[in-house]
């Protein structure tokens, strides 16, 4: 059973950090990219990050670069997400996926459950 388990959310003042962990276990994921969306209420699913199998590649959404990092642990089996410079609009639940190397939500086979980031002004 494919299990993707995200961890690291919470409550935070703006301008502060989080760094957000995700899981994977149930089946080897080599060759798949990781990624996060974020769905704020009301919203759509929006693409955050993603990162391809060697690290050799990111894509960030234009709204959250220059604030936050992907990166992943292979041999973990487990991709991050560091949010530095919060701001109350990064408010959402976070999803980490896995699937291919796309900005595209439909292009992710495995999702997690979401962890919820709220940050207060």
């Known amino acids: 059973q494919v299990q993707l388990v995200e961890s690291g959310g919470g409550l935070v003042q703006a301008g502060g950090s989080l760094r957000l962990s995700c899981a994977a276990s149930?089946?080897?994921?080599?060759?798949?990219?990781m990624g996060w969306f974020r769905q704020a209420p009301g919203e759509e699913r929006e693409f955050v990050a993603t990162i391809n199998w060697s690290s050799t590649g990111t894509s960030y959404a234009d709204s959250v670069k220059g604030r936050f990092t992907i990166s992943r642990d292979n041999a973990k089996n487990t991709w991050y997400l560091r949010m530095n410079s919060l701001k109350p609009e990064d408010t959402a639940v976070y999803y980490c996926?896995?699937?291919?190397?796309?900005?595209?939500?439909?292009?992710?086979?495995?999702w997690g459950q979401g962890t919820q980031v709220t940050v207060s002004s």
């Open positions: 149930g089946r080897a994921f080599s060759g798949y990219a």
């Open positions: 996926a896995a699937g291919a190397f796309s900005t595209r939500a439909d292009q992710y086979d495995y």
